[in-house]
């Protein structure tokens, strides 16, 4: 497969430890990431309110360069850059706009009609990698952690433009994190809005959208929280102090790129996942973790114990019925 990688600007700032945990995997899995020439920004998210046409040619032109460099799909690590990269490809079956756009970039209308495909980093390892190809090199399971798999609100939708997954109820990180050994807890919330860009005009939303996810992560037994969005990691894991738990105690839930965990479930160094720069330390996850196997390898000893005691009353009842029922039987032979 001849992919082109689209990083996104997150990916050489905010979420520099998403970007590099993303190359660290693909080169442990074997997939080659050819980056596209002189890519720019996607508009992010406030482009398509200024000009839907001018967000459409910031996209377009990414495409554009991945089909130049004889690509025949795009894939990136954001959900943000997925929705516009995405949107601008499923929008350029629309004459009108597609003539529009090529006029923006100095390109033949024609030629945008048959832009490479879009996928996500997480769809591209889950549906062309393979969760078994994926499963066959995990060198560090992830036994005993407990995760809450958070998509993020767009992902997964418009269904029309995303073609991947459930979009209200996905299951593709849960399968994969399984396959690393993890064990996916129930979580209902897993594409509801963390509020987003709202973290700067208004943190008070964010806070307690925020709040109510990481709350319903540890009221389902979660160890951590796993994303697979910049702005997500970035609202549950730096805004924890601005939450608490009810009763007034702080948060303490780590929150992972899925990348991360990926990447230490496959035996990658530490150095090159990031795991320093998530602001709740993820040393938590890990421990609580090896707390939860060592409880349930206790539960088990336990168990072992009493099921030998049961056996040994039991043989020791039959032992001493044992000659009493012999003697009845040679009595009743004499």
């Known amino acids: ?65 991945a089909a130049r460099a004889g690509c025949e799909a795009v894939a990136t690590p954001c959900p943000s850059c997925l929705s516009n990269l995405k949107t601008a490809r499923h929008r350029m079956a629309d004459d009108g706009f597609r003539a529009a756009v090529g006029r923006l970039l100095d390109e033949p209308a024609d030629a945008l009609a048959t832009l490479p495909d879009v996928h996500s980093m997480l769809e591209m390892l889950v549906t062309r990698v393979g969760l078994d190809a994926i499963r066959a090199k995990v060198r560090r399971p992830l036994a005993g952690l407990r995760v809450a798999p958070y998509y993020g609100c767009i992902m997964t939708r418009p269904t029309d433009v995303m073609r991947f997954d459930d979009p209200e109820n996905p299951t593709s990180m849960d399968d994969l994190l399984t396959a690393l050994g993890a064990e996916v807890v129930p979580y209902p919330y897993k594409v509801e809005c963390c509020g987003a860009s709202y973290g ?104 072992v114990r009493s099921g030998k005691a049961t056996t040994v009353r039991a043989s020791a009842a039959a032992g001493q019925d044992g000659p009493d029922e012999a003697g009845r039987a040679e009595g009743g032979r004499a």
């Open 200 to 303: 700067v005009a208004r943190n008070d939303i964010v806070a307690r959208l925020s709040g109510r996810l990481l709350g319903a992560a540890r009221d389902a037994g979660a160890h951590a929280v796993v994303v697979a969005c910049p702005l997500c990691q970035m609202n549950l894991d730096l805004r924890q102090p601005q939450v608490t738990w009810p009763g007034g105690h702080a948060m303490d839930m780590p929150v992972f790129y899925f990348t991360q965990l990926l990447g230490r479930a496959l035996g990658v160094p530490e150095s090159e996942l990031g795991l320093e720069q998530l602001c709740v330390d993820p040393a938590i996850a890990f421990r609580r973790a090896e707390q939860a196997l060592a409880a349930r390898e206790a539960e088990k000893a336990a168990a």
């Open 1 to 65: 497969m001849n992919l082109a990688y689209y990083p996104g600007c997150s990916g050489l700032g905010t979420s520099r430890e998403y970007e590099r945990s993303t190359r660290a995997v693909c080169a442990a899995l074997g997939v080659a990431l050819k980056e596209i020439p002189d890519w720019s920004c996607c508009g992010s998210t406030p482009a398509h309110a200024l000009d839907h046409t001018l967000s459409g040619a910031l996209s377009a032109r990414n495409l554009v360069g």
